[in-house]
């Protein structure tokens, strides 16, 4: 009976022994799971953050050529110092940071300056922010709006031809959209080679210009743009594009010589015709630097074909060299094509 209730006392002592073992593990499991738990968050915190309040900017509808600003707030939420590495934008913005560096928990402001564009359209413009944030390197910034401009213009560019009377030019059109009057304060083209009589004491809500061209300076620039100053309040200016069907043309547009063995000469095929199927002749050719000459030139429809002989010359130390082949017609007018070498360099 002794060795009955001795073997009974040891095997509830076993047992005791046993949950007390199982209990204490089971406080350590329990115990270590919030420490991994707070050591994984604790990783995933580690390093800068950058934390934008939005990333898109919609200005609406605004005015030609007016700036406008606007800002995107950001934040950096990790716990270590953030760094700005760039601040790549694209045309028409200007961006302003006051710093580059951010310690945790800092805010900052990213400043953006639009400059809306002279005529009708849909913009949007990406803006991107490099930073040490490994998670989200690269943020891009989205801004947009559209252009409406207070005072329109008809045509937009114009399309001028030589052969034509005062070249083809057509009246150009100013009317308020908001039915606001405005005078004209000033016309300007590029080479002075189109003009318009203004008078700036004289207010209205349209205007309708006649140009004058002066056909001698637009085959010297025969490419250019024009600007009208008004007083307008919301629109203080206006540019349109200008562009002349010359009476010949090259093709191709100039002569390229690539990586040539220096005073080997390369011969090179052009053309030149008449835009206005006109029978021409070629009275004479030369160079400006002398690397360049006709070799023959055949009669093709409304133009010539050319041989052309292109002498490179060794080369300098920029590994380019450029020169003018100048085409002379029957009547007194000479053409020009540019003829460029490009050396390799070693």
Known sequence: MKHYYLTLLALTAACLFILHIGCQ????????RPKEAENADKASMQGPKITFEKVAYDFGDVTARKKYTCEFKFKNTGDSLLSITEVKRCCGTVTRLDKKEFSPGESGVL????????????????????????????????????????VTCEPQKLNLVLMEENAGCPDIILTSVDSQPFSIKAFR???DS?????DPSV??????LQPKVDLEKLQSRPVGFISIDMTHPDCEKIYLSFSTLLRFKFTPQSIIVFNPEPQKPIVKTISVVS???ED???????SKNGTATVLNQEKIANGYKLEVEITPPPSDDEGKFMDVLYVKMKGGETL???CYVRYLKE
């Open 25 to 32: 593990q089971q406080n350590m499991t329990l115990g270590m």
């Open 275 to 277: 835009s206005y199927n």
């Open 189 to 191: 083209s590029t080479g």
């Open 203 to 208: 207010e209205a809500t349209e205007f309708v």
């Open 336 to 338: 020009s094509i540019n």
């Open 194 to 198: 189109i003009t318009v009589d203004v």
């Open 280 to 286: 021409f002749e070629i009275e004479s050719s030369s």
């Open 111 to 150: 400043n953006v300056e639009y400059l809306s564009g002279p005529n009708y359209s849909v913009m949007k413009r990406i803006i991107y922010v490099s930073s040490n944030d490994k998670d989200n390197p690269k943020v891009e910034l989205t801004i947009s709006a559209q252009v409406i401009p207070k």
